[in-house]
Structures are given as structure tokens and as C-alpha cells.
């Protein structure tokens, strides 16, 4: 009796432990892993959200940046934490992009990951050189089916949004487009703005102020509603009559797939929280963001339906990473 009095004490204690632990959480420092380099839109959003709940909780979180191999680094880290709320991760269009485009990975964004809360969208557009004879999207694709050649578009490397931007579009409209890498947005819009190429779907934030200026022509957004950043911008889908294209660079938080649901709930309830404040949205507007809030649920559900999608548009335009 007296051993099996132990066992059951020993057990209730082993109940109760993690149950203490979850509600007082957090008490320690909280890390928000970037997977990304230190200053780019990645890393922004996640120091906008770090310094709010820092605010709320009292506690630190601190943004760390583990970059490499696109993004897997980073990703692979955090779902090898410990799965206990104070390891999280920053996620971009990448985090469903990766498991197809790299292959071997240690991670997959539906199985090793709980979803916190979405953010919202940064929206690309779609914008040619003067040059090229097309005002519209209907015209730009238009042009391309009758074009001897492919025409090209430029974009920041492959597998960024700018890339899948094209890419979907070409599957879409049933065109051929000719992907030109660079290693970055700066390079690519130098030889767009020069010509050398036609075309590139780039950020409203970057693309708007050369539209405006007369410098690039801006046919449409790629997003499935038009931009706040340019509301007199159709979208895609609705000048080009292509109802499946939707294409934006969205960010949220998850947690390694283990994270107690408790602690799941109260960050889930604190990001929504954080997003309904004034300041926030203003922060992100700075970024080009469209707040579009997602609960943990919805969140989990959206990234799992953008890793089918662009694992099959990847898979079917053949696309690897050099």
C-alpha cells in the first residue's frame, strides 16, 4: 500500500508541476527567433512584436537571428527547442515554401509546429518598364501569349515571393515567363528600371514611389483583394480574370508542435491583443504590412493550405535551388 501510495504521489506531482509551470508563464525571458539577417522586414515585424509583449509581460524577449540555407536554420532550431512557450519563431512565406524546395529537411511546418497567431500580408505589385507595351494586366498577358519569346521578370532569388509571384501568374494565365535571379530586390530593380527586363512583382511599399515618379507602370496587386497601399490598383485575379492567383508575403509567430495548449491560448490571446492596438497597426503600415489577424487555428490552417499550394506550383514549374 505504502508503494502504491508513493507511485500516486508521485504522479499528482508530475501533474501539477507542468500545470504551476503554465500558469505562471512566463516567468523567464522569452526568445522570438528570426531566421533571417538583422534589419530586414523579418526581423522588423518581429521587434515590433517582441518590444509589446516584452511591455505586457514584464519579462524580456529578446529577438535572436539564426540565418542560413534560406531560413532552414533558424526554423530547424526552434522545432529542436524545448517545447515550453519561450522559444518561438518569427514565419514568412518561406516557412511553407522550404520543405519543398529543400529537400532533406529535419522540419515540416504542419507536423513540427502550433501556430501562435497571424499577423497579416505585405502585397506585392506587379510593375513593367515604360517600355513595355502593356497598361494592363490583361494586356500584359496578352502580350506574352503572342510573344516569340518569353518576356522576362526579374526577382530577388528563387523561392521568394517575387519568384512564386511570377511563377503563379505564368501557370495561371498559361504564359512563359523568364525567371532572371539576382541576389537581392535592390539589384533586380536596377535592371528593371534600366530595362533589361520587363517585368518584376515587387513590394507596394518599394514599387509605388517609382510608379509614381513615372519610372516603372504599375498593372496590379498581387494579393486577392486590392492594397490599402494602392487602392486604385486592381488585383490580379480581377484585372486578369485568374481567380485561383493570390500571392503575398505574410508573417505570424508559432511554437515548436509540443508547446502546452494553455500556453498556446495565452500567447494566441496576447498577440490579438497586441495587433488590436493603434500604434501597432501604425508600425506596420510603416513596413507596407495589411494587418489581417489570424487566430491560432486559422493560422495553422492557412500556413498548411500555402505549403500544398506552392509545393505543388514548385513541383510543377520544376523549381531548385542552385
Known amino acids: 500500500m505504502k508503494t502504491i501510495r508513493t507511485l500516486v504521489a508521485t504522479l499528482a506531482c508530475a501533474c501539477v508541476a507542468p500545470a504551476m509551470a503554465q500558469a505562471d508563464y512566463p516567468s523567464k525571458p522569452i526568445r522570438i527567433i528570426v531566421p533571417f539577417s538583422a534589419g530586414g522586414i523579418v526581423d522588423s515585424v518581429a521587434r515590433v512584436v517582441a518590444d509589446k509583449l516584452q511591455s505586457r509581460y514584464g519579462k524580456p524577449v529578446v529577438v535572436e537571428n539564426k540565418t542560413g540555407a534560406g531560413g532552414s536554420i533558424g526554423t530547424g532550431y526552434v522545432a529542436q527547442s524545448p517545447a ?159 481567380p485561383n492567383y493570390q500571392v503575398g508575403t505574410w508573417f505570424g509567430l508559432v511554437a515548436p508542435g509540443k508547446t502546452p495548449e494553455p500556453v ?7 498577440m490579438a491583443a497586441t495587433l488590436a492596438m493603434p500604434d501597432v497597426k501604425a508600425k506596420f503600415d510603416t513596413l507596407g504590412m495589411e494587418l489581417a489577424p489570424q487566430s491560432a487555428s486559422e493560422f495553422d490552417s492557412f500556413i498548411a493550405k500555402e505549403t500544398d499550394k506552392w509545393g505543388k506550383v514548385i513541383k510543377q514549374a520544376g523549381i531548385e535551388l542552385n
Open 264 to 270: 498556446l491560448r495565452k500567447l494566441s490571446s496576447d
Open 84 to 242: 515550453d512557450g519561450y522559444t518561438l519563431l518569427l514565419v514568412s512565406p518561406s516557412h511553407a515554401v522550404l520543405p519543398t524546395l529543400q529537400k532533406g529537411l529535419s522540419w515540416n511546418p504542419v507536423r513540427d509546429f502550433k501556430a501562435v497567431a497571424g499577423f497579416g500580408t505585405v502585397p506585392n505589385v506587379i510593375v513593367v518598364h515604360p517600355g513595355v507595351p502593356a497598361k494592363t494586366m490583361a494586356e500584359f498577358v496578352a502580350l506574352a501569349k503572342s510573344s516569340t519569346t518569353p518576356l522576362t521578370y526579374a526577382t530577388a532569388g528563387i523561392g521568394t515571393s517575387n519568384h512564386l509571384s511570377g511563377e503563379l501568374l505564368a501557370q495561371e494565365a498559361g504564359i512563359k515567363l523568364a525567371h532572371v535571379p539576382y541576389k537581392g530586390q535592390t539589384d533586380a530593380l536596377n535592371d528593371l528600371l534600366s530595362g533589361r527586363v520587363a517585368m518584376m512583382p515587387m513590394s507596394a511599399a518599394l514599387a509605388m514611389p517609382y510608379a509614381k515618379a513615372g519610372k516603372l507602370r504599375p498593372l496590379a496587386v498581387t494579393t486577392a483583394k486590392r492594397a490599402e497601399a494602392a487602392p486604385d490598383l486592381p488585383s490580379v485575379a480581377e484585372a486578369a480574370k485568374l
